[in-house]
T-cell receptor, first 112, second 112 residues
Framework: GENVEQHPSTLSVQEGDSAVIKCTYS??????FPWYKQELGKRPQLIID?????GEKKDQRIAVTLNKTAKHFSLHITETQPEDSAVYFC???????????FGTGTSLTVIP | KAGVTQTPRYLIKTRGQQVTLSCSPI?????VSWYQQTPGQGLQFLFE???????NKGNFPGRFSGRQFSNSRSEMNVSTLELGDSALYLC???????????FGPGTRLTVL
C-alpha cells in the first residue's frame, strides 16, 4: 500500500517568517494530495489540496507544490501568524473511493 | 448544514470488552471513512463505507469492523479490546470520491 512520510515532526518559526513542511509518497498511482490542519482539541480541517495534474496551487498565504517525478509535495505558509500554530497533516489518495494515507504530522509553533 | 457528529465523545472500557462508535455524516454525503489517531502515528485508515458497502479497508485486524445504514450513518465496532486500542477515533464524510473529507469531533476511547 501507499506510505506517506512527513518532515519535520516539529517546527518553530518567528511570526512573519515562512514555514515549509515536506511529504513524500511511495505509490505513483496516488493522484490527490490534501493538507489538513488540526488545532489542539479540534478536528482536522482541510486547508488546501492539489491533484496530480497540477504542479502548484496557492490560496492567500498558503501554497502547495507537487513533484510527481520525485514523489514529493510540500506545504508553504508565508507571513506566519500565531493562529497558524497547529498540527499539519499531509495525505495521499489513489482515488478508488476515499482511502487516504496520512503523514505522521508536523507540530508548527509560531512564536510572536 | 450540520457537520459530522460522533457519539459518544468519550468512552472508558476494560480489556476484553467490546465497543460500538457511531458517526452521522453531513446530509447528502454517502461516503464515511474511519480513522484511528494516536500520538506519533498520525491518522491511520480503518475503512470506508459507501452506500452501505465497505469500499476500502485498511490494515487493521478483524476485531475492527463497521457498517453503514441506508441513511448513511455508520458504526464501527471493536471487539476484544486491547490496551493498544486506546486512541481518538475519527470519522469523516465526503461527497463523491477523492474529495475533501469533513471530520467529526472524534470519540476518545480509553482501554484500561
Amino acid at each position: 500500500g501507499e506510505n506517506v512520510e512527513q518532515h519535520p515532526s516539529t517546527l518553530s518559526v518567528q511570526e512573519g517568517d515562512s514555514a515549509v513542511i515536506k511529504c513524500t509518497y511511495s505509490d505513483s498511482a496516488s493522484n490527490y494530495f490534501p493538507w489538513y490542519k488540526q488545532e489542539l482539541g479540534k478536528r482536522p480541517q482541510l486547508i488546501i489540496d492539489i491533484r496530480s495534474n497540477v504542479g502548484e496551487k496557492k490560496d492567500q498565504r498558503i501554497a502547495v507544490t507537487l513533484n510527481k517525478t520525485a514523489k514529493h509535495f510540500s506545504l508553504h505558509i508565508t507571513e506566519t501568524q500565531p493562529e497558524d500554530s497547529a498540527v499539519y497533516f499531509c495525505a495521499a489518495s489513489i482515488g478508488t473511493g476515499n482511502q487516504f494515507y496520512f503523514g505522521t504530522g508536523t507540530s508548527l509553533t509560531v512564536i510572536p | 448544514k450540520a457537520g459530522v457528529t460522533q457519539t459518544p465523545r468519550y468512552l472508558i472500557k476494560t480489556r476484553g470488552q467490546q465497543v460500538t462508535l457511531s458517526c452521522s455524516p453531513i446530509s447528502g454525503h454517502r461516503s464515511v471513512s474511519w480513522y484511528q489517531q494516536t500520538p506519533g502515528q498520525g491518522l491511520q485508515f480503518l475503512f470506508e463505507y459507501f452506500s452501505e458497502t465497505q469500499r476500502n479497508k485498511g490494515n487493521f485486524p478483524g476485531r475492527f469492523s463497521g457498517r453503514q445504514f441506508s441513511n448513511s450513518r455508520s458504526e464501527m465496532n471493536v471487539s476484544t479490546l486491547e490496551l493498544g486500542d486506546s486512541a481518538l477515533y475519527l470519522c469523516a464524510s465526503s461527497i463523491g470520491q477523492n474529495n475533501e473529507q469533513f471530520f467529526g469531533p472524534g470519540t476518545r476511547l480509553t482501554v484500561l
